[in-house]
């Protein structure tokens, strides 16, 4: 079943508050959807960084005596899906350092395209990792660097990195919060009760009580100190590269991203579907959870009934134990169920956010002409993925994509539905609003940044500058 794209992250940062650690606990909780595999906190109070990570969903790491046990009025979190580096605890961010400039703490979202060339420079010359993430990479060039001033050092290596970061950054004093020049990935600055709060979605802002305020800009570098910031800027890009995925899937639809609202998005791709790929039948059907909101405005715009005709399950994780008789599609059908008196003898329009590999997709098609179905049509609201992503997202390589291997036609027959057809690029771009601003290299091989970076060699900070 578990057959999508993965983020590879959500981070959370709040400054200045008496709750911090809960308020952090939160936070992830609100994010939950962007990792699963781990989740920390670390928190400042007085001279000192305290930290908690661990394997596991957010409730499942953390427990009421652990949030007490992490003092101070500033905390940052993180949750992560790996996309760089293996899933252990080694890995789980936030990554705690200490150095001649003090404890740090760093979590980080998004992917850095060379770290493997500065690993290796910085191991020829001594350094020793815990970890094989790209993140503990910008925590040894920070220890580096000969800039005395934290602030002026993190600009000078955040200048090294190519690709994607959204980073917040903790040492006992402040907090330092980042995006790339291109703003790959979504980050977003907070005020609750006079304190600042940062997040990879608004979603988390909401539940602690939270006031948007803007997102932290492409290649800014916002010092929190307190109840002051200030703002520090990156040598600009020249273009923006939001990830247009943040919208189709990966942000929650009662997020704000990139300044707009996922639902609203989501709800106008679906209405655009409708338009473009239009067909006869008697009820739309979502395929929970990512399909719903599409689902809705395509059934709007066409004035086919909606009908949640298939049930998901909640609470079913990655893993599960499989009977030793095998049940036919039984990875889909302990997720899924469908309501058999809403699809027999219907001409059904399955809405989902898009196909993969095509796996899964085929086994809810048969699913629902199992149920009864006498069509199936599958309408996805977003373009073929035919590229993998290198900045911050977990997806399969070329040979993996169905849509990079196959014509849309070949698909359709592939998952054995009755139509297929996808929302154009074009068509996903007006939903989105994008104006030039968006990266989508997964549906178009347009690559912002070249995935290989092996022509780019940084120079490493000299201990003797």
């Avoid at 906190?41 to 953390?62: N, Q, T």
């Avoid at 191991?123 to 602030?151: C, M, W, Y």
């Avoid at 907070?190 to 997040?199: N, T």
Wanted: glycine residues 8%; charged residues 20%; aromatic residues 8%.
């Amino acid at each position: 079943m578990d057959d999508k794209f993965h983020d590879e992250c959500g981070v959370f940062a709040i400054a200045d508050h008496s709750e911090a650690a809960n308020h952090a606990y939160l936070g992830l909780l609100a994010q939950q959807h962007r990792g699963q595999e781990s989740a920390g906190i670390v928190s400042a109070h007085e001279s000192d960084l305290y930290p908690y990570r661990g394997m596991g969903k957010v409730f499942d790491v953390f427990t009421p005596q652990i949030i007490e046990s992490l003092p101070g009025r500033s905390a940052i979190g993180h949750v992560r899906y790996s996309t760089a580096g293996a899933s252990n605890l080694a890995n789980a961010q936030p990554i705690l350092t200490d150095s001649w400039r003090g404890p740090l703490a760093l979590a980080h979202n998004g992917n850095l395209l060379h770290t493997d060339k500065l690993r290796r420079s910085l191991e020829s010359e001594g350094a020793i990792f815990n970890s094989t993430s790209d993140t503990e990479v910008i925590q040894h060039l920070l220890a580096r660097s000969p800039k005395q001033d934290l602030t002026e050092a993190l600009r000078d290596v955040l200048a090294l990195m190519r690709g994607a970061f959204s980073l917040v950054l903790l040492t006992p004093q402040c907090i330092y919060a980042a995006r790339d020049p291109l703003g790959f990935r979504p980050l977003a600055l907070g005020r609750l009760e006079g304190s600042w709060v940062v997040a990879s979605e608004t979603s988390a802002f909401d539940l602690i009580g939270a006031g948007y305020v803007r997102d932290v800009e492409p290649g800014e570098i916002l010092l929190i100190y307190g109840q002051q910031t200030s703002s520090y800027h990156l040598p600009p890009a020249g273009r923006r590269a939001h990830c247009i995925f943040e919208h189709v899937y990966f942000a929650r639809p009662d997020s704000r991203v990139f300044g707009r609202s996922v639902h609203i998005s989501r709800h106008e791709m679906g209405r655009q579907l409708a338009r473009e790929a239009p067909v006869p039948a008697d009820i739309v059907v979502p395929v929970p959870d990512s399909g719903v909101t599409a689902a809705i405005g395509y059934s709007q715009e066409s004035g086919i009934p909606l009908h949640m005709a298939l049930i998901r399950n909640h609470y079913v994780g990655r893993t599960f134990i499989e009977p030793k008789q095998s049940i036919r599609n039984f990875g889909v059908k302990v997720k899924l169920n469908p309501v058999p008196e809403l699809l027999e003898g219907k001409r059904v329009i399955l809405i989902d956010d898009s196909i993969v590999r095509g796996t899964t997709s085929r086994k809810i098609v048969e699913m629902v002409r199992g149920a009864g179905a006498a069509e199936v049509h599958f309408r996805i609201s977003s373009p073929p993925t035919v590229s993998p992503c290198h900045y911050g997202i977990d997806t399969p390589t070329k040979k993996e994509l169905i849509a990079a291997n196959k014509s849309v036609e070949e698909i359709r027959d592939h998952v054995s539905a009755d139509s297929l057809e996808y929302l154009s690029l074009e068509g996903l771009r007006r939903s989105v609003q994008a104006n030039g601003n968006f990266c989508s290299a997964c549906f178009d091989e347009s690559y912002p940044v070249p995935p290989d970076q092996s022509t780019h060699q940084p120079r490493l900070f000299a201990l003797e500058e």
